[in-house]
């Protein structure tokens, strides 16, 4: 049993809830919600932390995001019953009416984003109280091993100039994307040897930091634009949207039928890294890039003897 929720009364404290539901029926979604949503997220130690209730704080924190999130859960199943006549529905006169698909859904999807909010106000929290919290920070610490330009919400807003509400649970929703796009993009515009050293260099002189934030800039950038292509803004407003949608502010500001606000700022930055590493070549350690069209060689017989 949960002590972050050990009863009826405590989840009708976050969410509405009939108190005559027996508390078994929920139960295996509160556990559920905990290892689905929760601790991937905080850690198992914190959440034995917030089970001992001695920090009434984390467990009031845990409780905003869990009670949503388990009653989400459990919602398409409570009002059924599985026995051997299969999956049944109470059907007595006098009873409350069944909601629609349409009201269950709506009900989900509020759920979802109350639970998923308090979550992100939860990392929130335990980012700005790390020393206080030094099991969290070895979580982050092991789940984040592969090292990142963008190293934080915060560096994402404030660097990359994509506005996400500072949203923790945003950047590592968008976190595989952003490492993808720089080992597939950035370490081919930087060549091995600058893109290791840039990525691993923390105390960086002017012209160092000048090159990281325009990759800063593009990576947030071309992120933004992936998740708020129209295939993808299709997929994550559909049937089978997840339960958590990044946040990013524009969500969508098409500057033509087809185009993408921040397409146009990634290709920006872009061009800008590139300028950038032809006009500081040498200082950076790297070839600089010939922009000439070699015509006259033997391979393409062009102005050549044929001979």
């Known amino acids: 049993m949960s002590t972050i929720i050990p009863d009826i009364e405590t989840l009708k404290t976050v969410v509405k809830i009939n108190a005559a539901i027996p508390y078994e029926s ?6 559920d919600a905990l290892e ?25 924190k845990i409780l905003r995001c869990l009670g949503p999130l388990t009653l989400a ?19 007595e006169q006098g009873k409350r009416s069944p909601a629609n698909e349409a009201k269950i859904a709506a009900a989900k999807e509020n759920l979802f984003y109350r639970g998923m909010q308090a979550l992100d106000r939860l990392l929130d929290y335990l980012e700005r109280n790390k020393l206080k919290y030094p099991d969290y920070a070895d979580h ?25 509400d500072y949203s923790t649970l945003t950047y590592r929703t968008m976190l595989p994307t952003i490492r993808q796009l720089q080992e597939r993009h950035i370490r081919e515009m930087l060549t091995d040897d600058l893109y290791d050293r840039l990525l ?17 800039r593009y990576l947030a950038n071309k992120s933004a634009e992936l998740y708020t ?9 559909g049937t089978n949207a997840p339960e958590y949608q990044p946040v990013l502010r524009p ?13 146009q700022q990634a290709d920006y930055y872009s061009g ?36």
């Open 200 to 216: 691993n260099m923390t105390d960086l002189d002017a012209k160092y930091r000048i090159l990281q934030e325009y990759v800063i």
């Open 36 to 60: 689905i949503y929760i601790e991937p997220q905080v850690g198992n130690v914190i959440v034995d932390i917030a089970n001992t209730g001695e920090d009434t704080t984390l467990k009031d």
């Open 26 to 31: 929920v139960s295996p979604y509160i556990n």
């Open 251 to 263: 969500v969508y500001q098409d500057s033509t039928e087809t185009g993408n606000f921040f397409t």
């Open 229 to 237: 292509s129209q295939t993808s803004r299709q997929e994550r407003t």
């Open 272 to 307: 800008k890294i590139n300028s950038f590493l032809n006009a500081n070549a040498e200082d950076l350690g790297i070839s600089k890039t010939s922009t000439a069209i070699n015509f006259n060689s033997k391979e393409k017989k062009l102005f050549t003897s044929i001979s």
């Open 140 to 164: 982050v610490s092991i789940t984040n091993q592969v090292p990142c330009f963008i190293r934080s919400a915060q560096e994402y807003q404030d660097i990359g100039l994509v506005n996400i």
């Open 73 to 91: 859960l459990a919602t398409d199943e409570l009002g059924i019953s599985f026995g051997d006549s299969g999956i049944t529905v109470q059907n």
